[in-house]
């Protein structure tokens, strides 16, 4: 959806999940891959390329910093949603991005 997703209404989105699904929340595919249950980071837009601007390679990362990349760096931050001179919705910025990567 590019930057529609981020200008749409929160309800107009939601509706887009199947209802038998809608009031799951956080789903296991969240934090692992569904054929071998290790731990994967799948959000292409927002988390994955804001690993690389910060130098790594999500491919890359070990057992032990996925444990702290699918906690903390998709959810458990204050990230911002940055707006265009209309106050639209145009991205999300995480607060380590363009920090250093020391786990
Ligand atoms: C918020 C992230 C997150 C979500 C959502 C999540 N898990 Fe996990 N899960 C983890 C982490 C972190 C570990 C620890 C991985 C490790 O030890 O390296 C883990 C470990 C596991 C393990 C043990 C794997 C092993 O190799 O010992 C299983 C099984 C598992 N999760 C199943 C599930 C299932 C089923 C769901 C959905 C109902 C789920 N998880 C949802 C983060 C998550």
Known sequence: M????????????????????SKLGVACIDCHDNKDMSLKVGKEFTVIPALKEIGVD????????????????????????????????IALFFPWQGGKWEI
């Open 58 to 89: 999500p491919a890359k990362i070990d057992r032990q910093e996925m444990r702290t990349v699918v906690c903390g760096a998709q959810c458990h931050v204050t990230y911002v949603i940055p707006r265009d001179k209309d106050m639209k919705p």
């Open 2 to 21: 590019g930057l529609d997703y981020y200008q749409k209404p929160f309800r107009e989105i939601h509706a887009k999940i199947p209802e038998k699904h």
